[in-house]
């Protein structure tokens, strides 16, 4: 028992006598036992950093539908995250997962994802998160020429019919408002937008960023009925989603942190989603 | 009176029939262990047993799956009727002699390789987005209205060809028969050549039945929620794919009736016809 704790306190004193030398090294270098430098990070291809994201991926996230222009916010968050980890923009490889595919069980295809996940404890369960890259919040939009344009409550909100993208919290903050006629559920935000041109729903619910775009360039009579409050009081975030148990998480959130502390997630949001925040919050 | 030898060779073939069903009892059950332990000895298998049987998870997803195969049996059966009838319709058609009826049989052959060709997911986005977009009045405007009429165009082209085949198999000595026998056209098709040809396709039928019954969930992508579409929301929610398997699994049980009901059929159109 003594030597053992002999060599404790060598170390511990060692480690203080060595403390200052330490603080010269950023503090990505290392956490929780890993390095997260490019040459000692376990990622898929040694030496470049592997994003997957769905396909297609839409403004004002990504850019083209082509994530490796740096263009739209989640593709600039993903860039930035790769520089804070020491990789140059040309060691950044893209790889297409769909939703399903991103979560499955066996072996992953990407490094990390980003695609507008939001975390949730139930989905930590089975995949790691990096710390959250954006607070999101709900919004419901419609057509000039539809019925649910002249909606100004929650209330009123129930009475009209509403759609939303399957999988997505948005279906859940949906559901949440309990409205009177089932949700209608859709593959994908443009089946949505089709059966809300067809006037087969009423209203469509997505998140702001994405209800800003949809309804300044894809809807010509589009508008935003206002926002849908957070449903316990907690902002709903997205996260990276990473391997269950990948040694890439500490790192990646890490990098994150250190993203926002420096302000370059707020900057990146200002470029890409700075016409969000602005649509009245429903009562 | 059965003879000694007679008894001791009904004796033998019961010892070897027992001896095959055993022997088939002992490698269904080694092949068995042998899948088994290959899956569970697989390094990924707990991830996948987490991921795609979980009883907590199955069990919580039920209700909602369930609510959802109610909507596929109801589709199911309205739009199975509404198939039949119009599949035979088409097919009639399709089977009309002579140069007068010439005009409807090349709009009936049309309809069937129109339909026939077209991607039925294809099909559900016209009828389902486009159909109403056109805003007309009198147009339905309900997903599970829209979808089901995709359905029944679809489903209607694949029918009447099998229909179609029956009653082309039906030997023309039989119309001759029926003819001679002073039978009009129509009465012929009805009473001798329909009945014939229905006894032949049913097998054919019943294997588009069940695949009726796999496409109907087909119309969640119109915004409907059916039993898969109800396993999708769950599994989204949970990242965890068992809500799948236990829709997969009703959707087997489902089958399961229309299979044996195309056994026995299949049985008795052999009897029918002397036994082989």
Not at chain 2, 55 to 64: M, V
Not at chain 2, 164 to 183: C, F, K, T
Not at chain 2, 185 to 197: C, D, E, G, I
Not at chain 2, 261 to 268: E, I, N, S, T
Request: charged share 20%.
């Amino acid at each position: 028992m003594r030597v053992p704790g002999l060599i404790l306190a060598v170390t511990a004193g060692l480690a203080v006598a060595c403390a200052p030398a330490d603080q010269a090294t950023p503090p990505t270098n290392q956490v929780d036992g890993v390095a997260c430098t490019k040459d000692k990070l376990p990622t898929l291809t040694p030496g470049k950093i592997t994003f997957g994201t769905d396909q297609p991926v839409y403004a004002p996230w990504f850019v083209d539908d082509d994530p490796t222009n740096g263009k739209g916010f989640e593709s600039a968050v993903a860039y930035a995250l790769a520089d804070e980890l020491g990789y140059a923009k040309g060691d950044v490889v893209w790889t297409r997962v769909p939703f399903n595919a991103a979560i499955q069980p066996g072996k992953k295809t990407y490094d990390m994802d980003l695609n507008e996940f939001s975390i949730t404890e139930e989905r930590r369960k089975v995949v790691d998160f990096s710390a959250p890259y954006y607070d999101v919040d709900q919004a419901v939009i419609t057509l000039s020429s539809s019925k649910a344009a002249s909606v100004k409550t929650l209330a009123e909100l129930k009475q009209v019919k509403i759609g939303a993208q399957v999988g997505t919290t948005s279906f859940d903050a949906a559901q949440r408002l309990q409205p009177e006629q089932d949700v209608a559920v859709y593959n994908t935000n443009d089946d949505a937008k089709a059966a809300l041109r067809a006037g087969q729903v009423d209203a469509v619910v997505v998140d702001l960023p994405t209800a800003f775009y949809i309804t300044n360039a894809e809807l010509e009579e589009g508008l935003i009925i206002g926002q849908i409050p957070a449903g316990d009081g907690k902002p709903e975030q997205f996260g990276i989603v990473l391997d269950k148990g990948s040694p890439l998480t500490p790192c990646v959130s890490t990098a994150v942190e250190n993203l926002r502390a420096d302000g370059t997630l707020a900057a990146i949001e200002q470029e890409w989603l700075s016409v969000a925040g602005t649509a009245p919050e429903l009562k | 009176m059965t003879s000694e030898l007679q008894r001791e060779r009904l004796a033998y073939k019961r010892s070897r029939s027992r001896r095959s069903t055993l022997v088939a009892l002992l490698s269904t059950a080694a092949f068995a262990v042998a899948v088994g332990v290959t899956i569970a000895r697989a390094p990924g298998w707990p991830r996948v047993r987490q991921s795609f049987f979980d009883p907590g998870i199955a069990w919580r997803s039920l209700p909602a799956i369930l609510e959802g195969l109610w909507l596929n049996l109801r589709v199911l059966a309205v739009c199975g009727v509404l198939i039949l009838v119009l599949a035979l319709g088409v097919a009639a058609l399709r089977t009309l002699r002579g140069p007068v009826w010439f005009p409807l049989r090349v709009l009936a052959t049309a309809y069937v390789d129109l339909f026939r060709g077209l991607p039925l997911i294809i099909l559900l986005y016209l009828v389902g987005f486009g159909l109403p977009a056109l805003r007309l009045t009198g147009v339905p405007n309900d997903a599970v209205v829209l979808g089901g009429a995709a359905l029944v165009l679809a489903y209607t082209a694949y029918v009447a060809e099998v229909f179609r085949a029956g009653i082309e198999s039906v030997h023309p000595s039989q119309v001759a028969a029926a003819r001679s026998l002073g039978l009009g056209p129509r009465k012929t098709l009805r009473l001798v050549v329909l009945p014939q040809a229905v006894r032949r396709v049913m097998p054919a039928l019943l294997n588009d039945f069940v695949a009726l019954q796999k496409d109907c969930g087909l119309i969640s992508v119109l915004g409907a929620v059916d039993a898969v579409r109800a396993a999708q929301i769950e599994q989204s929610r949970a990242f965890n794919f068992t809500p799948y398997v236990v829709a997969g699994l009703l959707f087997v049980l489902l089958a399961v009736p229309t299979a044996r009901l195309a056994d026995a059929l299949g049985r008795r159109l052999e009897r029918r016809q002397g036994g082989r």
